[in-house]
């Protein structure tokens, strides 16, 4: 399959294949965000998660995937800062405010600043066309989060706090989002770079969460809490592991901006599954986002 996927870079079909990859993450992504803020205390959540998709990635890691070239090495140490610092600030960020405000905050950082870091690190150009999209992409996920800060009614006295961390959590996606490609773009196996990454990343967090736990006066039951884990780290699989591939198939930036439509879908699932309120502006402005992405890959 690795094969197969390296022979569709820079093609036709592996620029399909890319924009199919980046929709399937962006929904998935989503989903992700949404387990993370439900039930359980985000921090014990995401332990839950990562010490799922370690333990089930280092197998792969060690005896399945060819193993990494020498210069990987460093690359995975980058990713590795990088992830916890982003792991750490959404966790606190969710802690702190309502799903359906901080979610699009984070996501409307990283389209802008990833089509920026794509141009500086791999040479991309977007069109006129393209940059037009960004920018009604970008202000349809802001105008939800401005939406959001002003009606909301849940968490008030912590909203600017956890808007300020949203802000710093998205430069941080920006930043794992261009590194990462770089990173699955330097070794000759993809799958390689993913499955070291995730055992890798898996480290930090559930020690974490376990001292949590401990601290807790009321501690939740440790069964679901790992199954709701295991299902995360099949989401993170597919989610991650899409739009990584996506980078590696085509375009950083446009994979960056499409998964951003992400943010239409949490908006949903934060009103179906997490009963938040969503009227007909929010409404309006999750076509304004689905609408930039379209510009983006139209104008492409």
């Known amino acids: 399959m690795s094969d197969w996927l390296v022979s569709l870079e820079g093609t036709e079909a592996g620029h399909h294949l890319a924009l199919i990859l980046a929709l399937i993450a962006a929904f998935l992504h989503a989903v992700f965000g949404a387990l993370q803020k439900g039930r359980f205390d985000p921090w014990l959540m995401r332990g839950a998660i990562d010490v799922n998709y370690g333990l089930i990635a280092a197998p792969f890691a060690f005896f399945v995937v060819p193993w990494p070239e020498p210069h990987m090495w460093p690359i995975f140490v980058g990713a590795f800062v990088i992830h916890t610092g982003y792991k750490l600030l959404q966790a606190q960020t969710y802690s702190l405010g309502a799903y359906t405000v901080v979610y699009p905050v984070v996501r409307g950082m990283g389209p802008l600043f990833t089509v920026i870091g794509a141009w500086i690190v791999f040479g991309e150009v977007f069109s006129t066309t393209q ?36 802000v710093a959590t998205g430069g941080l996606v920006a930043l794992y989002t261009t590194y990462d490609a770089y990173g699955i773009r330097a070794t000759a196996d993809p799958f390689t770079f993913l499955a070291w990454f995730f055992m890798i990343d898996g480290i930090v967090m559930p020690p974490i969460a376990v001292r949590r736990w401990l601290r807790l006066e009321h501690r939740p039951p440790l069964c679901p809490l790992l199954t709701r884990g295991l299902i995360g780290a099949f989401l993170a699989y597919a989610s ?42 929010r409404l309006a402005l999750m076509a304004l986002i689905a609408t930039g992405a379209v510009i983006v890959e139209l104008g492409g």
């Open 240 to 281: 991650f592991g899409s739009i990584m591939l996506a980078t590696r198939l085509d375009k950083v930036g446009e994979a960056a901006v499409l998964r951003e439509t992400s943010t239409v879908f949490a908006a949903v699932i934060g009103w179906v599954v997490l009963k938040e309120a969503v009227g007909p502006r």
């Open 131 to 166: 940059w037009l999209g960004v920018l009604v992409l970008v202000t349809g996920i802001f105008g939800l989060a401005v939406y959001n800060l002003i009606f909301t009614v849940v968490a008030r006295d912590t909203l600017v706090p956890a808007l300020l961390m949203a």
